[in-house]
């Protein structure tokens, strides 16, 4: 069974930055691709970013791509998200997850192939 435990949200200023945290229990760690999602209330949950099992690749959603950051660090079985220039929209709650799987541009953003979830951190961000 796989564990995930997300930590670094909180409640920031527009324009602020913030850094969230995934670490993952398994040795497998460094075989999986990692995602992060968020969730608004009364919204669906939404792909944020993605990052190979090697870190070479990575993948964004629109909304965030040259504001946030994902990279890993498979020595201390780690994802993170580095969030950059952050306004009200971004305010939900992270979930980070595992793909036991290969991704790409196509598949990282596929919420169904994320077999294992975080319970996730809040992340406000004030006008």
């Known amino acids: 069974q796989v564990q995930l435990v997300e930590s670094g949200g909180g409640l920031v200023q527009a324009g602020d930055s913030l850094t969230l945290s995934c670490r993952a229990s398994g040795r497998a760690f460094s075989a999986w691709t990692m995602g992060w999602f968020r969730q608004a209330p009364g919204k669906e949950r939404d792909f944020v970013a993605a990052?190979?099992?090697?870190?070479?690749?990575?993948y964004y959603a629109d909304s965030v791509k040259g504001r946030f950051t994902i990279s890993r660090d498979n020595a201390r079985n780690t994802v993170y998200l580095h969030m950059n220039s952050l306004n009200p929209e971004d305010t939900a709650v992270y979930y980070c997850a595992v793909d036991r799987g290969r991704t790409d541009e196509a598949r990282a953003g596929d919420l169904a192939r994320y077999d294992y979830w975080g319970q996730g951190t809040q992340v406000t961000v004030s006008s």
């Open positions: 990052i190979s099992w090697t870190g070479a690749s990575t």
